[in-house]
């Protein structure tokens, strides 16, 4: 694959091809004037004192995702966001507008005349061409800007696919519009696409092993068992389709049950993987109720609120190796631990201080506040990890309020699912 100078790389290798075909076909003393190739914007070909110069022009005015390419290679991140699989290759078709200046009659008929058979002659731009006009000689390589001695190294040549020259024919509106959006006087022209270039990183990814058997090996046959076949339209693998907090709540808080719902969740060894790349956790939870096919329970471990990815794995009936499930979100809250409900006295400048504790720990760089019945109060920026809570709230009316934690957007809890009908938790605290 090429590295980002591929696009520069292939520019310089047209104005290569195009400069050496003038030289052989004696251009310039056909036309008697020196003939140069240039890569510039078409308003910066003609100088400012008018003096037009027999020159070819050679001028990338888009630049766009090939279409073949684009889906071609595997995600490049695993479902967690955190691990890169692969590097895929940015496609790109460059559309090139190739133009005859020249101050003499029919001077740029002759130059594109020329230099159109040459980009015909040439229809693929082989890498023995490419390496040539990107590897300077020893001689002139010194002289050169560093920006085109750094063209040796796009790795062009050495891509998968090599470079197609494609006729890119344009209506006249379209040529109109292009030359308009130049601010330059037309030209003789003609428009080529060149593809397809393939820009790749080369960031380090986790490759995944080979295949060793396609199922167990029969010890007496030795043959594989190949792809295992069952009559049912589910799939064969552990998959969950829900996890819940037993208690109704919409967050999950630490002690609290989750029951799994889904099924071939049965086998031994159940494990729940819980995963958040903020605070990069990996941990493994015991899972109960391992020979149930529908149902798995867990219990929440301390970790700190917010949103994680979930796992199931368990060593299915007839198999040695665990197997993993898909992946679910399961949102873990805050909770409240101080003892209810409490009371607070004002100070003299009508401010109420209330402590609380919290479980689990508040982590430096999440969002706190404390929510006093229908007031939200934030709390400063979290720089230590705390399970106490100190929060002034200046200006506090008298009377008796619910409380809440918040945490990075997830609420404590504060009604009891359980009543019938639904009554709230008496987290409460009365101002005086």
Known sequence: ????????????????????????????????????????????????????????????????????WRNHALPSRDGSGLHRLSNPPLALDLHYLLSAYSAEELGSEILLGYAMQLLHEVPVLD??????????????????????????????????EQIKLVPDPLSSEEMSKLWTAVQSHYRPSAAYVATVVLIESAKPTRPALPVLTRGPVDPVTKLERGVAVQADLLPPFPTIESAAATSGQPAATVGSIVELTGHHLDGTNPTILLSNSRFD?????????????????????????????????????????????????????PEITTPMPMAVVRDGSGVATIVLSVQPQIQPGQSASLLLGTTEVPLGPITVATGTLTVAVPGAAPGEFLLRVRVDGVDSPIIDRSAVPPAFY???VTIT
Do not use: W
Request: net charge neutral.
């Open 426 to 428: 008496n987290y409460r």
């Open 127 to 160: 890498r023995k061409a490419i390496t040539t006009a990107l590897t300077p000689s020893p001689a002139v390589d010194t002289t050169l800007p560093p920006a085109l001695r750094a063209l040796a190294d796009c790795g062009l040549a050495d891509q998968v």
């Open 1 to 68: 694959m090429s590295s980002a100078l591929a696009i520069a790389g292939v520019t310089a290798v047209l104005r290569d091809l195009l400069n050496d075909g003038l030289i052989n076909h004696n251009v310039s003393g056909l036309l008697g004037s020196t003939v140069t190739v240039s890569a510039l914007p078409p308003d910066r070909v003609v100088p400012a004192n008018g003096t037009e110069s027999t020159q070819l022009n050679l001028f990338l005015h888009q630049v766009t995702f090939n279409a073949g």
């Open 281 to 333: 956790i990996q941990q493994a939870v015991p899972a109960a109720g391992g020979g149930s096919s529908t149902t798995l329970s867990f219990t929440v471990p301390s970790v700190p609120a917010g949103l994680y990815q979930l796992v199931m794995q368990v060593i299915r009936p007839g198999e040695s190796d665990p197997r993993r499930s898909n992946t679910l979100a399961l949102v873990i809250g």
